[in-house]
């Protein structure tokens, strides 16, 4: 009995029907364009190629012409976090757009650095590379770059700038935030902010300034908190504003877990949202903005457009360096 694996058409097959050496057939499945085929050689090729059925043996063809079709994707704990895995899928999306394949490595935070888990891409001949973080964050990548492919940076850039990034535009999302709450009719708008060595807690402070010098509005820095991304520090900041002699009437948590804290506080003080204190937050957490009473409208980080973004720059073979900012969009729901 012939098994399917001895049936296939082989080059041989291919190089027979087209009436053409077996390395003419080689030369144009392998896409070889140094070697003067003519083009009607070609066309009785790939017509062969079609009638027979023939496959191209796609792991010796990449190592042949050193185009795999492979990109590699190096993430640091994103493969199992619920919100930042669209960055995965945004990638996958894209790959599949170009006739990629993505292989998906995650060191889950531990063990070798990104730059060792690249390595291990580079053996399996990916023409190019992603590195993406979990937060938006600044990464010291030490050693030679030289060795690596063309490489993008995703949801974080590097302290020297060597390789391209894209990342969200945090103080673009701050300002959406804040002028949100400032068009709702308020004019003491509070910000419960992140640690300040974080960049997302950097641009949404900016944001939030600007928001405000854009609306005329005078910028009261005691209405800035800052907390440490927790629910519990989202609460006693929240306390700390309402607490004011002129307490505001609005608060941009600058992320969700901090403003269901401060859901939290209203909730005891028996004060409503969005009726006597309105809410907006950051990253639209969906396990929890959506699931609020009333639901929180908030600002969505682009994880699935970075994870796009970055396969689109790899193969467009566009990864100068230099830092992209894609814009953070508001998801609005019932809490302004």
Same mark, same amino acid.
């Given at each position: ?155 974080? %850039?590097?302290?020297?700038?060597? +390789?391209?990034? *894209?990342?969200?535009?945090? /103080?673009?999302? &701050? $300002?959406? =935030? ?111 903005? %959506?699931?609020?009473?009333?639901? +929180?409208?908030? *600002?969505?980080?682009?994880? /699935?457009?970075? &994870? $796009?973004? =970055? ?26």
């Amino acid at each position: 009995m012939t098994s399917d694996r001895s049936a296939r058409p082989s080059q041989r097959d291919v190089a027979r029907l087209a009436g053409v050496s077996r390395t003419t057939v080689s030369f144009v499945v392998n896409e070889v364009t140094d070697v003067a085929i003519p083009e009607a050689t070609r066309a009785k090729v790939w017509a062969a190629v079609a009638q027979l059925g023939f496959r191209p043996n796609e792991l010796a063809r990449g190592l042949r012409s050193r185009r795999s079709g492979v990109l590699g994707l190096v993430t640091d704990a994103i493969a199992t976090t619920p919100y930042a895995v669209g960055i995965i899928s945004g990638a996958q999306e894209a790959a599949t757009r170009h006739g990629r394949t993505l292989l998906i490595v995650d060191t889950d935070g531990v063990g070798e650095s990104m730059l060792d888990t690249a390595a291990t891409m580079i053996r399996w001949q990916a023409e190019g590379l992603l590195l993406a973080t979990d937060h938006h964050r600044e990464l010291t990548l030490d050693g030679d770059l030289g060795g690596l492919p063309p490489t993008v940076l995703v949801n974080c %850039a590097d302290a020297q700038r060597r +390789l391209p990034a *894209v990342v969200p535009d945090e /103080r673009q999302g &701050g $300002r959406l =935030a804040t002028a949100t709450l400032i068009e709702a009719g308020h004019r003491r708008v509070g910000l419960v902010n992140g640690p300040p060595d974080y960049p997302a807690s950097a641009g949404r402070l900016a944001g939030w300034r600007d928001a405000h010098a854009a609306a005329g509005l005078t910028v009261d820095e005691r209405l800035v908190r800052v907390g440490d991304w927790w629910q519990e520090s989202g609460y006693a900041r929240a306390a700390d504003l309402l607490d004011l002699p002129d307490p505001p009437t609005a608060l941009f948590c600058a992320n969700d877990w901090m403003a269901m804290g401060a859901y939290d506080l209203l909730r005891e003080r028996g004060l409503r949202v969005p009726d006597d204190v309105a809410v907006i937050g950051f990253d639209n957490r969906e396990e929890i903005a %959506a699931h609020l009473r009333p639901a +929180l409208s908030t *600002v969505a980080l682009p994880y /699935r457009e970075m &994870g $796009r973004y =970055a396969v689109d720059r790899l193969v467009a073979g566009d990864p100068a360096p230099g830092v992209t900012a894609l814009a953070c969009p508001l998801v609005p729901r019932a809490s302004v």
